[in-house]
């Protein structure tokens, strides 16, 4: 805010800058070729546009006929008319400091002193502050100054920085299909219809490097998707060595941000990622710029390490890039700790039962604090890391999926070898983190932990709300039912449709008919290395966690009488409706990748003989089909009754609070007046008030099998 005026200086010298560039007549091809640009995007955004939601079109057409004739209902937005400059120029007349509404929202502008300084006097004092009556905000009008309008209308002096942009190189003319060249279809031929479950293949396996490919036949757009997955144990080897490597992401993407600004108006995306397991990159879009961004992306990423290594005195601007990197990610990294209570109780979980993390104080101790004081992160330091992550011992998974032969994949896989890879070790499995579950402790296990009688929910990890204005409590709680290995398929299946089957009945006790809160849920949780748990969270305002894990309890009892008595025929018809989610069809491109890169990633880190389960929802949906039951020559029969008895097994087993094999956990977040209840739960048995005491715990707990089911049992498809 104390750079607004000089802001709001530049944005009317850019206006201004326009102004005589399209009534400037030696201007007019260029305004002519900036105008042809965008109606050629816009056709060919319109042109290749793919299926959305259904609903979602309907509202948007619904508004739109307000605008359009229904005959141009769906091109109407599209549309561009040839260029005028006698219009651009009426246009812009009206873009005047005169006409200018300016609105600013900032809860400084009560205090004097932080707008003292300021052009044009906003401070408290400067006029009579009003307060609407739904809220109570406080707000005010000031008319902006006559010495400020004049200024403002013609600007004395452009700066030298503004200057209007270079036509756009991204912009595609080339739309041809692979598929079409590669003669798969012609007007005699049908696309297949399960053209679709076909999963990519690999086409290029080298040292260190796993590339999958699969050419679009489907969806049919000249569009181009390209993933990959750089493996490297460096990035999560500390919290500091995390802060640096995510430091360097933020500068990368500040530094492309120019340049790749065009690409993104003309369809083309990037993403650079740094994860616990390594980088992502990330390309899409229309398939004849693709390369050349893959290119200028991953060039960048290596040139931009050299020139941090050499330091700020000979790149200054790189080093002011790096101070801002750092104070928005210690920005983000705080805001962590105001997420809602819910939130903060899943996270608080997290730091329970997966192995090898780290907590957020810790990332915020690297960058503010004593510690951080005598040990600054610098920009060599950086680049340093990012080195060791990017072109250390590695390994690659990468995919091309879309509008891209084998031949074009391979040519994508040598960059990859030649950025990344050449000369460098290959990462050795054993090498690779390994990211797993911890069982939490039965009530048995927790007693003999903790020396002392547990209720049934042993482990209780409390919090108090970060915000002093939170208002809000929460809890989720956690019943482990072990990891995809131990599941298996059936167990899966099963657990899918008790979560399901259980949402409906949770929402009307807790919410509708107890109203103990706004939030309220219950669901199938996943967490590291496969493992699996059903949890239900309730966040509220009027009632105490320790009150909202009584009742989450009295309604699992009550659910267990339902399923007992739910009729077969509704156990079917809910069965048939999840294998439905299950089996339901991409509608465009992005979908079908999406499905297929998660099937891929998280073999990263196993066996590369391990196969991608590429037909997982298949196979999940083949449990729950009960109409399987008919026919004499299925290998397995699926029956209501059968699932039915599963779910009731499943409940038994793990989630009863009379089962010895239970394994519960309860997370509770308290809001700022229910504090003391936090501080008197401090000191009891299996009551874990911070972070350390998480890590203590630790220690005594076992871990699930971190190989998902499928890798004892082969893919359908291999």
Known sequence: MKERDRVLSLVWQWISLIKTSVGNDDQNGLMQKYHDEMRDMSNVNFRYRENGDPTDFCSTAAGMLFEYEPAKLLAGSSLTDDYDAEIARAFLDRFSPKNCLLAIWDPDLVNDEAYEEMEYDTSASAGNWKKEKWYGAKHRQVPIPDTLVTEWEKPTEIDPRLRLPKLNEFIPQDFTLRCDDDGFESPSVEIPLDCKKIPPTVVLEKPGLRLWHKMDKTFRVPRTYIKIHLSSPNPYHSPRSMTLNRLYAKVLRD??????????????????????????????????????????????????IEEMKEGPAKHPGLEKKFSKAQQNLLRE??????????????????????????????????????????????????????????????????????????????????????????????????????????????????????????????????????????????????????????????????????????????????????????????????????????????????????????????????????????????????????????????????????????????????????????????????????????????????????????????????????????????????????????????????VLSDYAAAQELKKFLAGYPTAPYWASYPSSSN
């Open 255 to 304: 530094d492309l941000n120019e340049y790749v600004y065009d690409a993104s108006i003309a369809g083309c995306n990037y993403s650079v990622t740094c994860l616990p397991l390594g980088f992502r990159v990330s390309v899409s879009g229309f398939s004849e710029k693709l390369p050349h961004l893959l290119e200028v992306v991953t060039s960048r990423m290596l040139t931009l």
């Open 333 to 686: 990294t705080k805001n962590f700790r105001m997420e809602s209570p819910y939130e903060t109780c899943s996270y608080l979980s997290r730091m329970l039962v997966e192995n090898n993390v780290w907590h957020v104080d810790q990332y915020v101790g690297e960058m503010e604090g004593d510690y951080a004081d005598a040990n600054p992160l610098t920009m060599g330091e950086c680049a340093l890391a990012a080195e060791e992550s990017l072109l250390g011992p590695g390994k690659a998974e990468a995919m091309c999926m879309g509008n891209i032969n084998s031949k074009e994949a391979q040519e994508v896989g040598d960059i990859i070898l030649d950025r990344f890879l050449e000369g460098s070790r290959p990462l050795q499995n054993d090498e690779i983190p390994k990211f797993g579950t911890l069982k939490n402790p039965t009530r048995q296990e927790a007693k003999e932990i903790f020396g002392a009688e547990l209720p049934a929910i042993p482990i209780k990890l409390e919090q108090v709300a970060y915000a002093d204005s939170e208002e809000n409590n929460a809890i989720q709680l956690i019943l482990q039912t072990g990891c995809e290995h131990t599941l298996g398929w059936e167990g899966i299946a099963t657990q899918e449709l008790f979560s399901y089957i259980a949402y409906n009945s949770c929402f009307d006790q807790l919410r509708t008919k107890e109203q103990l809160g706004y939030i309220v849920s219950c669901f199938t949780r996943k967490t590291a290395g496969g493992g699996s748990s059903f949890s239900v969270v309730v966040q509220s305002s009027s009632t105490s966690p320790a009150k909202l894990e009584e009742r989450c309890e009295a309604w699992l009892e009550t659910f267990r009488q339902e399923l007992e008595e739910m009729p077969e025929e509704r156990v079917a018809m809910e069965a048939a409706a999840v294998a439905a989610q299950l089996l339901e069809r991409d509608t465009k491109l992005g979908d079908e990748v999406g499905s297929a890169w998660g099937a891929i990633t998280p073999t990263t880190e196993l066996s590369p003989n391990i196969p991608p389960p590429f037909d997982r929802l298949e196979k999940l949906a083949t449990y729950l089909s009960v109409e399987s039951s008919e026919n004499e020559d299925s290998e397995r029969k699926v029956t209501a009754a059968g699932l039915k008895q599963n779910m009731i097994d499943l409940f038994d087993k793990f989630l009863s609070a009379s089962s010895p094999e239970r394994r519960a956990v309860c997370a509770r977040v308290y809001c700022q007046s229910a504090k003391q209840e936090f501080e008197d739960n401090k000191g009891k048995p299996g």
